[in-house]
T-cell receptor, first 114, second 116 residues
Framework: SQTIHQWPATLVQPVGSPLSLECTVE??????LYWYRQAAGRGLQLLFY??????ISSEVPQNLSASRPQDRQFILSSKKLLLSDSGFYLC?????????????FGQGTRLTVV | AQKITQTQPGMFVQEKEAVTLDCTYD???????LFWYKQPSSGEMIFLIY??????QNATEGRYSLNFQKARKSANLVISASQLGDSAMYFC?????????????FGSGTRLQVQP
């Protein structure tokens, strides 16, 4: 069965510090991978998606970047965090077909920038 | 324009009663999928139910059913026999077939509180 691991669960970082959040998927190959961010009390906003190794598409201009060094690994990074980067970050794996019901999320990382 | 609209920021329901959470969507793509997720206070996103645009029958999963009205572009979630553990945020989401990214677009969510 497919599982998705995301870490760390919580993170408190000072403004200007770097960030690296990691997500790995098991039980599938060549998945579509996604990073979402959820502000407090809001819905999820798509940040990045990847359809393959080294293929990254950004949805919104921001202080963040993403990389996919391996088929089942997706990394969210920042060189210098801003206060506005605080939020709940979720990694997700989805099947390639529109009809697929396979849309799994990681446990999420709660990031607080202080 | 909003692709997914959830007009109920918060809902209350008595334990054991049924509740309907509203969701309307906007797309010109004939091929799409509609999802409902539950997010408890822990933050994890729990997949509840899926409805494809070509599905002839409304989806059901245990106590969850999806009232799919294609012409009205609505996909309301019905929870029967509410339980205290159903208290959570509920998100409606859509996945369109045309775009290459296949990502989910989420509504703003509805906070459901089940009262004893």
């Amino acid at each position: 069965s497919q599982t998705i691991h995301q870490w760390p669960a919580t993170l408190v970082q000072p403004v200007g510090s770097p960030l690296s959040l990691e997500c790995t998927v098991e039980g599938t190959s060549n998945p579509n991978l996604y990073w979402y961010r959820q502000a407090a009390g809001r819905g999820l906003q798509l940040l990045f998606y990847s359809v393959g190794i080294g293929q990254i598409s950004s949805e919104v201009p921001q202080n963040l970047s993403a990389s996919r060094p391996q088929d089942r690994q997706f990394i969210l990074s920042s060189k210098k965090l801003l206060l506005s980067d605080s939020g709940f970050y979720l990694c997700a794996w989805q099947g390639a077909k529109v009809s697929s019901t396979e849309a799994f999320f990681g446990q999420g990382t709660r990031l607080t920038v202080v | 324009a909003q692709k997914i609209t959830q007009t109920q920021p918060g809902m209350f329901v008595q334990e054991k009663e049924a509740v309907t959470l509203d969701c309307t969507y906007d797309t010109s793509d004939p091929s799409y999928g509609l999802f409902w997720y539950k997010q408890p206070s822990s933050g994890e996103m729990i997949f509840l139910i899926y409805q494809g645009s070509y599905d002839q029958q409304n989806a059901t999963e245990g106590r969850y059913s999806l009232n799919f009205q294609k012409a009205r572009k609505s996909a309301n979630l019905v929870i029967s026999a509410s339980q205290l553990g159903d208290s959570a945020m509920y998100f409606c989401a859509m996945r369109e077939g045309r775009t290459g990214r296949r990502a989910l677009t989420f509504g703003s969510g509805t906070r459901l509180q089940v009262q004893p």
